[in-house]
């Protein structure tokens, strides 16, 4: 029932930002945390950002304050802001919201070039 839709994600050099966007639609009762895992060439997800209903946000190790995630309550959107992006950040960025159950978006490629 629910449906997890990104956007956002794209190729930028080296320094530059972008912006990732996600929304969930359907039956999205009780969300409780919403955020971003990547998909790097290792074998597991890993925390990108997170950010719950009562707004405690968690950033992946790697992040060093780079990144801003921000929610839309009103239309269950997630943004993640990514600035002085590096090659390192390179990846499948997925979408994720969690209530009882957890629902993944179909990922977004984030290339950063040199």
């Known amino acids: 029932q629910v449906q997890v839709v990104e956007s956002g994600g794209g190729l930028v050099q080296a320094g530059g930002s972008l912006r990732l966007s996600c929304t969930a639609s359907g039956d999205t009762v009780c969300i409780s945390r919403m955020g971003w895992y990547r998909q790097a060439p290792g074998p597991e997800r890993e925390l990108v950002a997170t950010?719950?209903?009562?707004?405690?946000?968690q950033y992946g190790d790697f992040v060093n304050g780079r990144f801003i995630i921000s929610r839309d309550g009103a239309k269950n959107t997630v943004n993640l802001e990514m600035n002085n992006l590096e090659p390192g950040d390179t990846g499948v960025y997925y979408c994720?919201?969690?209530?009882?159950?957890?629902?993944w978006g179909q990922g977004t490629q984030v290339n950063v070039s040199s």
């Open positions: 994720h919201f969690r209530n009882w159950r957890e629902y």
């Open positions: 950010i719950a209903t009562t707004d405690v946000i």
